[in-house]
């Protein structure tokens, strides 16, 4: 299994400024993902990041606002952008298990709040 | 598109008193079907996992979970629940396809609680 490490583990942020979440993976993967938990709810995925290219988005999610970058197998990141308090969530980076292509690994999570 | 419904928000039981908590899914073709676990400030814990084969899937903790495609549901059970139980649970379904990778629909999660 993937060994995921996210950083930071949770900030408290100004509205208006960008925080940007790393998250580092312990073998190369081929899938990684960001979601977001805002207060109270489920997991809804950001987006897919991919390697030498560009993020793939789901509805309701632009690069402008969540910018995501992937330079190698191990490693991604995303911004927050321009924050507002809505922006307050957990985010989570996932990776797919290289092996069986069948399960998702997840970091710890970053708790972002926006004052 | 695939969706999950998780109908119960909440759950209480007593500790060693039986756990079934419900989920229903929608999607076209053959689901990858799975439960997750969230404790308080803790990311998230498969549990177990579904894709093919025998219908009754063991996990850990002591859980386990029945596909039943008549039903389009995917239910989790624990015969014994222990207060360290406690926690967030989400049904989740994929796409478990290659390349397209496991993205995740998540149900909107059961909080159970135990009573001691």
């Known amino acids: 299994s993937a060994v995921i490490s996210q950083k930071p583990s949770r900030d408290i942020c100004q509205r208006g400024t960008s925080l940007t979440i790393q998250c580092q993976v312990d073998s190369q993967v081929t899938m990684m993902f960001w979601y977001r938990q805002q207060p109270g709810q489920s997991l809804t995925l950001i987006a897919t990041a991919n390697q030498g290219s560009e993020a793939t988005y789901e509805s309701g999610f632009v690069i402008d606002k969540f910018p995501i970058s992937r330079p190698n197998l191990t490693f991604s990141t995303l911004t927050v952008s321009n924050m507002s308090p809505e922006d307050s969530s957990i985010y989570l980076c996932?990776?797919?298990?290289?092996?069986?292509?069948?399960?998702?690994?997840f970091g710890q999570g970053t708790r972002l709040t926006v004052v | 598109a695939q969706s999950v419904t998780q109908p119960d928000i909440h759950i209480t039981v007593s500790e060693g008193a039986s756990l079934e908590l419900r989920c229903n899914y929608s999607?076209?073709?053959?689901?990858?079907l799975f439960w997750y676990v969230q404790s308080p400030g803790q990311g998230l814990q498969l549990l177990l996992k579904y894709f093919s084969g025998d219908t009754l899937v063991q996990g850990i903790k002591g859980f386990e979970a029945e596909f039943k495609r008549s039903q389009s549901s995917f239910n989790l059970r624990k015969p014994s629940v222990h207060w360290s139980d406690a926690a967030e649970y989400f049904c989740?379904?994929?796409?478990?396809?290659?390349?397209?990778?496991?993205?995740?629909?998540f149900g909107t999660g059961t909080q159970l609680k135990v009573e001691l």
């Open positions: 989740a379904v994929g796409t478990g396809v290659t390349g397209g990778g496991n993205k995740l629909t």
């Open positions: 996932s990776v797919e298990d290289q092996g069986s292509n069948t399960e998702a690994f």
């Open positions: 999607y076209g073709a053959t689901p990858y």
